[in-house]
């Protein structure tokens, strides 16, 4: 069974622009969650996405947005990109009545912004 | 607001030791708890949990308490070894997650160094 994939693993930016990270669930699941790490703030919650509805969403500016497809793949989009934006973005998916909580994540886009 | 704290950043102990891994969290209205294990390079994986219905949760090496008069949490493996070596993440969700149980409050994570 295919873990959670997210591409790209690695891409660099500069400051002004945008970016788009992409992310495939393992199959079935259906929530699909976005974090952002940071050596700083350590991992912090952007949103989440069950049935191509945002259910859930972090405290982050409206320059982080997502969305989710019918086939449960996700996409995040950050513009207006910043310096402070360089982080590691992790999805996560989890599987319906998993017991709460538990998510599969998978390796993450790391992205730095020049 | 931090309300899931790891206040220790590191930790290092001797193969076949016990590590202890502590947590600290303000909000009341948590009430499923987590850990997750990051090796570099890969995404966090699931460890064990425990529900606060609970006070003490098992699997193999590892064990999760729980004192929620004191809101703390820790995680023991014992024994430790050298593969336990990762960073650790205490984290949290509960009723006031939006009605999502997905939704968790991590910590900062403790850096576990297990010395062959």
């Known amino acids: 069974k295919a873990g959670v994939t997210q591409t790209p693993r690695y891409l660099i930016k500069t400051r002004g622009q945008q970016v788009t990270l992409s992310c495939s669930p393992i199959s079935g699941h259906r929530s699909v969650s976005w974090y952002q790490q940071t050596p700083g703030q350590g991992l912090q919650f952007l949103f989440e996405y069950f049935s191509e509805t945002q259910r859930n969403k972090g405290n982050f500016p409206g320059r982080f947005s997502g969305r989710q497809f019918s086939n449960s793949r996700s996409e995040m989009n950050v513009s207006t990109l910043e310096l402070g934006d360089s982080a590691l973005y992790l999805c996560?998916?989890?599987?319906?009545?998993?017991?709460?909580?538990?998510?599969?994540f998978g390796a993450g886009s790391r992205l730095t912004v020049l | 607001d931090q309300q899931v704290k790891q206040n220790s950043p590191s930790l290092s102990v001797q193969e076949g030791r016990i590590s202890i891994l502590n947590c600290d969290y303000t909000n009341s209205m948590f009430d499923y708890f987590l850990w997750y294990k990051k090796y570099p390079a890969e995404g966090p994986t699931f460890l064990i949990s425990?529900?606060?219905?609970?006070d003490k949760n098992e699997d193999g090496r590892f064990t999760v308490f729980l004192n929620k008069s004191a809101k703390h949490l820790s995680l023991h493996i014992v024994p430790s070894q050298p593969g336990d070596s990762a960073v650790y993440f205490c984290a949290a969700s509960g009723r006031n997650s939006g009605g999502s149980n997905y939704k968790l409050t991590f910590g900062k994570g403790t850096l576990l160094t297990v010395n062959p």
């Open positions: 425990i529900s606060s219905i609970k």
């Open positions: 996560a998916s989890s599987a319906p009545g998993s017991g709460a909580n538990v998510l599969t």
